[in-house]
């Protein structure tokens, strides 16, 4: 199998309203079978997911984590309003947003944006994937997966790394469970996480600074059958039970 990474070039700076899909379709030729990741950063933008510092007013906690952490108190703010759940205010805040996603500082952005500005996740990515694949699809009438990024920190290891927030017409798992291995052996866990580990490439080839490439294509993958069940429901979810069970507490420590 020969997989293809086409890195989108020559988009502008996106805007409160432009057409994505449309700006995309401008520069690739889609087949049918790729699949088109795009950052969230841009997805936000695009949607108007972004606030101003300027009309946020902090909240005393925001207050006194901004003195501690020696941030904006307004940027904290904003990480505070997009949190469903607080995990850890210390040494950094970690929270979980309402779709499922769990972060650091809620995904909020300061980078690629002007000044006295911030970039939110998306509210609903797997719709906004939805969307996207849709418009794709009445542009140029080919079948093209969606998978909408972050750059994300992640546990044990140095290092960030896309992590998928939305994706459409692609299983976020492939499912191994009852496939064999090359002895026979049943394999009895495994589900490879095929939306992470596109989003993780896709991430190295946009970079994370100025270069300017905030969507890429992959041709070639193949389809793959499974399941969406990509986060852990809490009472699954070891490492979170452990980050708020700590003697020194979670969110509040
Ligand atoms: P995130 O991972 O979704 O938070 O996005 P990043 O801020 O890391 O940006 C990913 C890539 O997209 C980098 O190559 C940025 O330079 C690029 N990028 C971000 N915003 C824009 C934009 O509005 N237009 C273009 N052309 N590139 C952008
Ligand atoms: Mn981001
Ligand atoms: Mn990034």
Request: with cysteine.
């Amino acid at each position: 199998m020969t997989i293809q990474v086409i890195p989108v070039k020559g988009l502008p700076l996106i805007r409160k309203g432009d057409d994505l899909p449309a700006l995309v379709c401008e520069r690739i030729a889609f087949r049918d079978g790729d699949i088109l990741v795009l950052a969230s950063t841009i997805y936000s933008k695009s949607k108007g997911f972004t606030r101003n510092l300027s009309e946020i007013t902090p909240s005393e906690r925001a207050e006194r984590i901004a003195r501690r952490d020696r941030e904006d108190p307004r940027f904290v703010q904003s990480v505070f309003d997009e949190a469903k759940d607080v995990l850890l205010e210390h040494p950094f805040i970690l929270s979980e947003l309402p779709f499922g996603h769990i972060g650091v500082r809620s995904g909020v952005d300061r980078s690629n944006i002007e000044d006295g500005m911030v970039i939110l996740l998306p509210p609903d990515p797997m719709g906004g994937a939805r969307e996207i694949r849709d418009q794709v699809q009445t542009i140029t009438g080919k079948d093209v997966g969606v998978i909408i990024t972050d750059t994300c920190g992640r546990a044990f290891r140095r290092g960030q790394t896309g992590n998928a927030i939305g994706w459409s017409g692609l299983p976020a798992i492939r499912d191994y469970r009852h496939d064999t291995d090359l002895f026979g052996h049943e394999l009895l866990i495994t589900e490879e996480a095929g939306v992470d580990e596109i989003a993780g490439f896709a991430n190295f080839v946009m970079g994370e600074s100025h270069q300017g490439i905030p969507a890429a294509v992959f041709r070639g993958c193949g389809r793959w059958t499974g399941h969406d069940d990509l986060y852990f429901r809490p009472s699954e979810d070891v490492v979170r039970k452990a980050l708020c069970n700590r003697p020194e507490g979670g969110a509040g420590g």
